[in-house]
């Protein structure tokens, strides 16, 4: 099969993924079943894609990691700063040098440096990975900000580790004080990149619409070209392309509060990068998947292995890491944990002591993906005197495993942890929607009183005119003031805004539904143009969309 057939067959693997995992009468998780379904396809086709892990980084990770930057909640990412960098620095280190000397011990045949290697790459989460498993997994809002902000931030520190790592490993020095620095230039210099090139093209499209106009698909086009320019303009000049396109997509959502984007290029784009995300994110897995046979066979054969084809030693080997990660990472937070509470005790403020389960559930959380098995595979092939990289064949194996491994216990395990358990309730939220309907709602109706009726049309005397006008506006005003019967002035109840909005929903969604019907049936029988059917069915969608 050639390359553009081989594409074609990700594609439906991807779309076929979905619906397999329905249809199983069992929980599959799917990115378990889009890696299973690469592997069918390398097999049937005698051979994987030939993965180029540049390349890799340069498609894949840029748009992914710029919507999840774009679309995360900011309240919560400022608000748990503190937890996240400790995360993302601190928790990154602790798993070097913890799984470091854990891998050595494993595995003694593993010089020290290439042992850190693998941790170094071992350490960051993925956010393409916590998002899949989210989308099926019920993960608490407030702990779910926490990982996405993790995975978002701790990339950089992990693969800065990893290059450090590999530089020993070839070698055999290592300098703490330039691993510092060159740290501190790729984290500092990948974010003003990002949030430079988004404020910048933001303000050039912004003034050739202005003074020229622009096509209707131009600020879609745009917004999926900026997350690789931020990358390619940051790994030009040595600065993490990763963060970059991370700080793109978190600049993009503030540029985003300026409301000069239109309602239809909103919703518009919406549809796009939904259809991006769903597909990369599938390819990536499917990637993975077809990548399997061929590390396995490679790894069987590695000098490392006390015997060829050792089976057995390989899964032990894998199962021990994946579960030593776990471990550290519940160490790290659970110390982490009492260290706030103390300081929380320091200073007379209220504490929360959290169910040990949800510890252990941020544990098993830690869900590595697509950032650990693109950057394993750059290890270098030799080392500089010729002599073939030690243990490249089995580190490849190894953090191919703990990835899969991590899927599966994430995905069979957090359903169970987190089922049944309490947490606080955190109204702030509700409120919070709340008060912001009801301050739209009054200044519609604001506008509504202050608007300047519409020119006058052909066909309507003037009498007629005042009483429709009139008539339209009761109509408006009536919407806004029940949406107002959810609560009173600044003393909003959210409960009975909420039910207030469910009737509404449950009222619109059966209009809404004969609506289409009776338009579908028009169009069925010749008594309603193409046209004109597909023009009011859009309205319908678009105003289903929003009760949905």
């Known amino acids: 099969m050639d390359e553009v057939g081989i594409v074609l067959a990700m594609l439906l693997a991807v ?14 998780p799917l990115p378990l079943m889009q890696i299973a379904l690469g592997a069918a396809i390398a097999g049937s086709t005698g051979h994987g ?15 992914l990691l710029f919507l999840d930057g774009w679309r995360i909640p900011k309240v919560g990412l400022f608000r748990d700063r503190s937890t996240i960098l400790e995360l993302a620095l601190g928790l990154v280190l602790f798993t070097v040098l913890g799984a470091g000397f854990l891998i050595h011990w494993l595995i003694p045949s593993l010089p020290l440096a290439v042992c850190f290697a693998l941790a170094a790459i071992l350490a960051p989460t993925d956010p393409v990975a ?11 809002p407030r702990l779910m900000h926490i990982l996405e902000g993790e995975s978002l931030l ?5 693969l800065v580790c990893f290059r450090f790592a590999v530089a020993a490993a070839l070698t055999g020095t290592f300098s703490l004080g330039e691993a510092t620095l060159t ?16 404020v910048g093209v933001s303000w050039a499209q912004r003034q050739l619409a202005a003074r020229i106009g622009e096509e209707s698909g131009s600020p879609i086009l745009i917004n999926l070209l900026l997350p690789f320019g931020a990358y390619l303009a940051a790994e030009h000049l040595g600065a993490s392309g990763i963060l970059a396109a991370v700080a793109a997509g978190v600049t993009m959502s503030y540029v985003e509060l300026s409301g000069r984007a239109a309602a239809t290029t909103r919703v518009r784009r919406a549809v796009v990068w939904d259809t991006v995300q769903f597909a990369l994110n599938g390819i990536m897995f499917v990637l993975l998947g077809e990548q399997l046979p061929d590390i396995v066979e490679a790894a069987l054969l590695s000098p490392e292995l006390p015997r060829a084809n050792d089976v057995w030693w390989l899964a032990t080997n894998a199962l021990a890491i994946s579960f030593g990660l776990i471990l550290l990472r519940f160490v790290w937070v659970w110390v982490s944990l009492r260290l706030t509470l103390l300081n929380a005790r320091r200073q007379k403020l209220p504490e929360y002591r959290p169910n040990p389960r949800l510890i252990l559930a941020t544990s098993l959380a830690g869900v590595r993906g697509a950032i650990t098995l693109a950057g394993v595979l750059t290890l270098p092939l030799a080392m500089p005197g010729g002599a073939p990289f030690p243990g490249r064949d089995l580190v490849i194996f190894l953090a191919s495993a703990v990835i899969v491994v991590s899927l599966v216990l994430a995905s069979v395990g957090l359903p169970r942890v987190l089922r049944g358990l309490e947490l606080p309730h955190d109204s702030a939220h509700e409120s919070e929607e709340a008060r912001a309907r009801h301050a739209a709602a009054l200044a519609a109706l604001e506008a509504i009183a202050n608007a300047p009726p519409p020119p006058p049309t052909s066909g309507c005397d003037a009498q007629g005119a005042v009483e429709m006008h009139a008539s339209a506006v009761d109509q408006v005003r009536s919407l806004y003031q029940y949406r107002l019967d959810g609560g009173n002035g600044n003393d909003v109840d959210p409960a009975h805004a909420r039910a207030a909005e469910s009737a509404e929903r449950h009222y619109r969604l059966a209009a809404l539904e004969h609506e289409r019907a009776v338009l579908l049936r028009m169009a069925r029988n010749n008594t309603l143009s193409d046209e004109v059917a597909r023009k009011l069915l859009r309205e319908i969608d678009l105003v289903e969309a929003r009760y949905r």
């Open 183 to 198: 740290f501190l230039w790729v984290a500092l210099a990948g974010v003003a990149i990002g949030v430079g090139i988004t």
């Open 49 to 63: 894609v030939r993965l180029e892990p540049h390349i890799f980084f340069l498609v894949f990770l840029p748009p």
């Open 15 to 28: 779309v076929a993924s979905g619906y397999l995992v329905r249809m199983l009468p069992f929980a599959v």
């Open 130 to 140: 916590v998002s899949s498993i989210a989308a099926r997994v019920p993960i608490p």
């Open 154 to 158: 701790n990339d950089a520190s992990g």
